[in-house]
């Protein structure tokens, strides 16, 4: 009974990196979004993908891009990273239509 | 868009004693409104959710209230046990046709309880 499974866990990357965050479920839902987390910020949506084939911007978009590879799973994706991008990633997913959101464990990312 | 607001930041109870925990909501449209809880390296979990056509939610010692007029809502603990120390959500989404435009959420509480 996995959920939502996040690779990897930890992450360290030197500034201009660049590397994809996955992320897999097993619930069959159609909707997929991945947030980010920061001291005193609460989460903040990076971007959300309401089905298959579609893909929109969250809050904070600058500097990542995503890809819907199939119901399944959700990718995510820092072309050049950045110290500001050092942070922990969550992914969630939902049925559409329905509001409960299931979320995974998290990707701690550091950018040096 | 939403804009939420949480408080306190930190909260400190005595083992036993209850918590609340309050947040404010922007957007008079929002009409779902979860509550989650993050233990440490974990991702958040849902604990309790209320819709905007309903006052008050409980489950167990858990009780969530909804001031629509004042777009207010609060989540309510009682009787609190240690393992309820973690940080606190709570978030409100608006009414997409769909729901898949994501949740906006507070900054978080941390509930620390005092044995």
């Known amino acids: 009974n996995a959920g939502v499974t996040q690779t990897p866990k930890f992450q360290v990357l030197k500034t201009g990196q660049s590397m994809t965050l996955q992320c897999a479920q097993d619930?069959?839902?159609?909707?997929m979004y991945w947030y980010r987390q920061d001291p005193g910020m609460g989460l903040r949506l990076i971007y959300y993908?309401?089905?298959?084939?579609?893909?929109d911007k969250g809050e904070v978009p600058n500097g990542y891009n995503v890809s819907r590879l199939n119901k399944r799973e959700f990718s995510l994706r820092l072309e050049s990273a950045a110290p500001s991008q050092t942070s922990v990633y969550f992914c969630?997913?939902?049925?559409?239509?329905?509001?409960?959101?299931?979320f995974g464990q998290g990707t701690r990312l550091t950018v040096v | 868009g939403e804009n939420v607001e949480q408080h306190p930041s930190t909260l400190s109870v005595q083992e036993g004693d209850s918590a609340v925990i309050k947040c404010t909501y922007s957007?008079?449209?929002?009409?779902?409104f979860p509550w989650y809880k993050q233990e440490l390296g974990k991702g958040p979990q849902l604990i309790i959710d209320?819709?905007?056509?309903?006052g008050e939610k409980k489950d167990q010692r858990i009780a969530v209230t909804l001031n629509k007029t004042a777009k207010h809502f609060s989540l309510h603990i009682t009787e609190t046990q240690p393992e309820d120390s973690a940080v606190y959500f709570c978030?409100?989404?608006?009414?997409?046709?769909?729901?898949?435009?994501?949740?906006?959420f507070g900054k978080g509480t941390h509930l620390i309880i005092q044995p």
């Open positions: 969630a997913s939902s049925e559409l239509g329905r509001t409960e959101a299931f």
């Open positions: 619930m069959n839902h159609n909707s």
């Open positions: 993908s309401a089905s298959e084939g579609t893909t």
């Open positions: 957007d008079s449209a929002s009409n779902y």
């Open positions: 209320i819709r905007s056509n309903v």
């Open positions: 978030a409100a989404k608006g009414n997409s046709g769909g729901g898949a435009d994501g949740l906006t």
